[in-house]
């Protein structure tokens, strides 16, 4: 299979490390939606990485939507609970990550936009929506090892991807302070290999 994908990007990064603590063998093709040379929106007409082409040829564009292509592979470890009920409570985790991401991607671009173009009230929304965000996972990470059951689940990837990315573009935040148990959940996550490997390049 192949994934084309940004390095900075935390979508990308979570099926990356997916793909990793699988050991699923992938061709990684890098490219950027904002090149103008990019070649994504002829495979995903959103534009956007990541974007998954299977073996078959089949495309798979949108991060939970390659997650859960993933999960209906054979290969180990599960990500997702076979019950349903508590899948969709995984899958709640993952877009809580993901929303929170969403959040801070937008910020990012609000600040690179002309100066006199850019928006305190956008930008303020965003970061109560991260900080809300953040606070929930806290709650949730508090007096676990990992955010749902007793192994590692597309929740805490989606978690560590989104976290990472915090790190990477608005460090300005500080979001350890005051979440100690998020804190020792991104340093679980951030020692294994699969992240470790998948480190977003900075700049």
Do not use: C
């Not at 970061?127 to 590692?152: F, K, P, S, V, Y």
Request: aromatic fraction near 6%; charged fraction near 25%.
């Amino acid at each position: 299979m192949k994934l084309v994908a940004s390095l900075t990007s935390p979508y990308a990064r979570k099926i990356r490390v997916m793909l990793a603590e699988k050991q699923l063998p992938f061709e990684l093709v890098v490219d950027s939606p904002w090149e103008p040379t990019s070649t994504i929106p002829e495979i995903n007409p959103l534009g956007k990485v990541p974007v998954l082409v299977t073996d078959d040829g089949e495309v798979f564009f949108d991060s939970p939507v390659i997650a859960g292509w993933l999960e209906t592979l054979s290969a180990a470890p599960r990500f997702v609970p076979a019950d349903p009920l508590e899948a969709v409570r995984v899958r709640q985790l993952e877009a809580l990550a993901d929303g929170i991401t969403d959040a801070a991607v937008l910020i990012v671009r609000e600040g690179r936009r002309p100066e006199a173009q850019r928006s305190a009230e956008v930008v303020a929304r965003h970061m109560a929506a991260i900080g809300r965000g953040l606070d929930r996972l806290e709650q949730l990470a508090t007096g676990r090892t990992w955010l749902h059951g007793d192994h590692i689940s597309l929740g805490d990837i989606a978690t560590g991807a989104m976290l990472g990315f915090l790190d990477l573009r608005l460090p300005q935040l500080d979001w350890r302070t005051g979440r100690p148990a998020l804190t020792a959940l991104a340093g679980r996550l951030f020692e294994r290999p699969s992240f470790r490997d998948t480190i977003p390049p900075a700049g």
